[in-house]
Structure formats: structure tokens, C-alpha cells
Nanobody
Framework: QVQLIQSGGGLVQAGASLTLSCAVS????????VGWFRQAPGKEREFIAR????????YYADSVKGRFTLSRDNANDMAYLQMNRLKPEDAAVYYC???????????????WGQGTQVTVSS
């Protein structure tokens, strides 16, 4: 019943921008912190960013700090990841996730989106 449906992935050139969307249903969205993760082939899942229930607290991994921006729209049960100045090393499957605990979203989550591929050509 809980669904996190992602969209916005695709193929872009290095230096380009891309925005990922995550539509959440089946839970009280404003009660959940939201996180974004990525996983490249042969690599461990990597934390990217997370935000608190009302969006007033955000954390970013050093690898994306200054380039990626996390946001949420509680009125529409949506979360977004704006990615700027993309690099080839950003290529991965990106996942949105939700958890009651902002702390736990540093590593994992209770609910996960299906993932969307981001490919960055050099």
C-alpha cells in the first residue's frame, strides 16, 4: 500500500542538470523524513542526501554537496532531488526513501522507491 514512485532519470552529458521526483502515497508524508541514495554497478549503496519531516533540516554527502539540492512538497506528497553539474561518477541507480527517523536515513529506510537510472556521458 505504501508506494514511492520515482521519475526523472535519464541520460545526460557531463555538466548537465537533472531533477528526480518521488511521489509518495500510503502514508502520512509529513510524518516521514525523506532520503536519497544511489548505487552504481559493483558498488555499495551510497547515501546522498536526507531531509527532515518539514524540510527544515538537510544533510548531504560530501560527494554531492554544493551540486545537489533536496526538497520536499508536503502539500503534494512529493520529494525532489535537483542534480546540477553532473559528473560521470554520478551515474547510478537513484532511490528515494522514507523513514520516521531522520537519523536512520543516514544508512537505510523503511520504504524505498523502485529506483531510476541516471547515466552521465563524458
Amino acid at each position: 500500500q505504501v508506494q514511492l514512485i520515482q521519475s526523472g532519470g535519464g541520460l545526460v552529458q557531463a555538466g548537465a542538470s537533472l531533477t528526480l521526483s518521488c511521489a509518495v502515497s500510503g502514508l502520512t508524508f509529513s510524518g516521514y523524513a525523506v532520503g536519497w541514495f544511489r548505487q552504481a554497478p559493483g558498488k555499495e549503496r551510497e547515501f546522498i542526501a536526507r531531509t527532515s519531516q518539514n524540510g527544515d533540516i538537510t544533510y548531504y554527502a560530501d560527494s554531492v554537496k554544493g551540486r545537489f539540492t533536496l526538497s520536499r512538497d508536503n502539500a503534494n506528497d512529493m520529494a525532489y532531488l535537483q542534480m546540477n553539474r553532473l559528473k560521470p561518477e554520478d551515474a547510478a541507480v537513484y532511490y528515494c526513501a522514507a523513514d520516521l527517523s531522520l537519523w536512520r536515513l543516514a544508512n537505510t529506510a523503511s520504504y524505498w522507491g523502485q529506483g531510476t537510472q541516471v547515466t552521465v556521458s563524458s
